[in-house]
């Protein structure tokens, strides 16, 4: 069989990618590992699908790379752009906060949205498709000239065998293995020479170190606001964090972890709203206890667990002001050292992957290896948590879709 497009990988990145090329009038092959189409999609957003952010823009993104390269993409398919497609497709939505829009109802609408739309563009699926072999095509029967439609690329599969134009590898990344992620994307990649960015996971919770677990373990489904950053040159986030029975996770801590390296350590702010330090201050010259000071600001049983190692001996008018910084300091920036993530299987997305450098920030085609495209979560392009990762999928799948 000989298809203008064959696309690895039926997820968000890859169905829309397929749709977009198939309404140009390209013929389109999808191949999914899967059974069925868009597990991620399913499960995303609490069963609710966070599809998008209206306030997505290049800051949002973690890249080993330049920070412009997402900048095409985004900019010519906007959150306005998939808003109008879901508007179109009669799927209610809402805006929950900071620009994330969720499905009222299901995140199935999305995945039926994408389904439709490449059964309008005539997009053939064929799920259950497991990959033994991708070939490159040698010449003469492969033409590098623009106007030729020669095939490129041969997809051997247990299917049958396939040939194409052009291949878009949108196989995702590593996290949430139980829904059949692979390293397909990565492997091609550097088979082909091309280099890729050490993956991680992202978006994770955070685990404790045997210290912190002893003092804070019993802090399990304790929110406290705060402010999280986990080095000087990475954004702060000000959202809840959530004691776990194993660390520590919530939206503050999710986002932090992107931006984190095994080894360092996150800082965080558990009382955004107040000087820690100037009420210490007042509270000292007024002669009250350290307790009446925290109580207001932080929830009892994280006051009992903290007091542990850092309530002093003395009343707080006795304390000299170095001893008083370096508690106001434990509260405004807690130096929290990890022990580790809790891996691929708590991991919303993967950080890392085929390295931008490598790709036209057009197309999202190799530069080394013409008709070979990368789209998605497999590229070294990281989304905050709010939207952004299928802003990013939309964005990048529409990008290569226009092209080949
Ligand atoms: C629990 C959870 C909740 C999330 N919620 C949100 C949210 O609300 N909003 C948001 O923006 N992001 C969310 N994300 C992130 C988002 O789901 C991903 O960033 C996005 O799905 C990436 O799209 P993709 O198409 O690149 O990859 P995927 O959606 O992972 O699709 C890749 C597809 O390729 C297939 N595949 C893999 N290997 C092969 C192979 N060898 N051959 C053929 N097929 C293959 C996979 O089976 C899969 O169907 C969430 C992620 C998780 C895990």
Redesign the pocket.
Known sequence: MHVDVIV????????FCARTAGLRGRQVLV????PR?????L????GR?????VGATAANYVTQGSPHFVKSALARYTPQDFLALVERHGIAWHEKKLGQL?CDQSSKQILQLLEDECADAQVQIKVG???TNVERLAAPEASETPESRDPRWRVSTSQGEFRARSLVV????L??PK????P??YELAQRFGLQVINPRPG?VPLTFSSADLAQFGELSGLSVECLASSHDDAPTFRENLLFTHRGLSGPAILQASSYWKAGESVRLNLVPNHSVRDLLDSARRGGRELKSVLRPLLPERFIVAWSKSHAPSRPLGQLPQKELEALAQSLEAWEFKPGGDEGYPK???TVGGVATAELSSKTLESRRVPGLHF????VDVT?WL????????WAS?HAAGSFV
């Open positions: 690895i990988g039926g997820g968000a990145a890859g169905l191949l999914e590992r899967n189409l868009g597990n991620k999609i499960i995303s957003g609490g699908c966070n599809f998008t952010n969720f498709s497991i990959i949108a196989s995702g990344g996290s949430f829904l059949g992620a692979t397909f994307g978006l991991a919303e997305v789209i998605g979560e497999v989304g709010g939207g952004y990762n299928f802003q990013w999928a799948g």
